[in-house]
Every structure is written in structure tokens, then in C-alpha cells.
């Protein structure tokens, strides 16, 4: 069953239109992933799901339409958002962030019990908890911004370009967190990763976006056979 069914999505900025009625799915409990080059629409994609840029379609979500509504709305819904470039609050400890990602919840009681897990998710920021977010190494900004989108309990998490910038151990780190949370909680995952090869692996299902539009999808597995992006996007 679908957790999110995306229909007809396009979006805009200004008189540039970006997607051209794209088309995908995030299973229930699965990990579907949009590749593509720079410029292909892949961070307008999670935009719009989150209704963050003007775009038209259907986009439902658990069978409900969320297309035009408010970011805030579709957030207590249950979709969690992981920007590129992280947005961690610099000036803030390592442990307000995270509660800022709890802001939409509506059980104040389970705050310390969601701390707990994930300072154990990612045990860096259970030893950094009281540390200015802004001093933080990149990973552990990324780490972060991870933490404080599963504050929400989310049951869907999107994750825009997760590994950006950051070294190969400290990005394969993240992924096996992410792995982990998606299998041990559930938790559906979207992710734009310009780590094709990587990308591939985590997920089960993928779209590849050219200029706006899908024009391959398939499990995973299919796509990693698939000659002409073998070549083109994974080296060989």
C-alpha cells in the first residue's frame, strides 16, 4: 500500500516551470529515492510535497489529499522535511534543536523519551547535547538535522541530499541510521541523493528525473542493471 501517491505534480518558480507532471510513490515502510542531475527538479520535488513552492496535482498522502495545504498542516501530519544544507540553528545547544523538532507534537510527555532514542540513534549528539549546534562537524550538523525531523515521529521522513559535503565513513554512518529507522520503525522515506550507486542500495524503488519530467522508474535492483545508467550515472 502507498504511504504517499504523487499524480500530475508540477511546480514553478515565478514564470519557470520546473516539473512537468511527475509522477511517484513512497510504499508504506519503503524507501523510494529520485536521481538525477543538478537541475533536474529533484529539491523542488520534496518542495512541493511539503507545499513549499506553488505546484499543482494530487498529492495524497496516507489516502488524503495534502496538495494545498499549509506546510505546517502537512508537517503535524506526519512528514518530516531534512533540507540540503542541513538548516541546524547554529546559535542554539545540540539539545534545543532537537526540541524545536517536537514543536508540532501533541504528547509533551514522550519529549524525554524521544530524546532518549535519539541520542541513541546517533550517540555523538547524546555527548555534544549541551554543545552549540554551530560548532558541530559537518556530519554531525547532518546528524542533527536527522535527529530533529524524528523528533516529530514522523511516518514519512524526506531527506534532501543527506550526504552533501560530507566524508564517505560519515555519510555511510548516516545511511545505516537511516536504514535503521526506516526498518525498525517504520518510518517511509523519500530521498534526492546525488550518490547514485548509494541511493540505489538503500532503497527499494526509484524514479530518474531529467529537466522535470521521470523518465526511467523501477525497483531499485532494475535501475542498478539498467546499461545506459550504469554509464551514465554510476561509472561503469
Known sequence: MALLEVEGLEARYGWTK???GIRFAVEDGGITTILGANGAGKTTTLRAVCGMVRATGDVRFDGQRIDGRATEDIVRLGIAHVPEGRG???????EENLRLGAYARREPGALARDLARIYDHFPVLGERRRQIAGSLSGGEQQMLAVGRALMLRPRLLLLDEPSLGLAPLVAREIFRIVRAINRDERVGVLLVEQNVAT???????AYLLETGRV?????????RRDDAIRRSYLGY
Open 18 to 20: 520546473v516539473l512537468h
Open 88 to 94: 541546524t540553528f547554529v546559535q542554539l545547544s545540540v
Open 199 to 205: 541511493a540505489l542500495d538503500l532503497a527499494d524503488h
Open 215 to 223: 523518465v526511467v522508474s523501477g525497483p531499485s535492483a532494475e535501475l
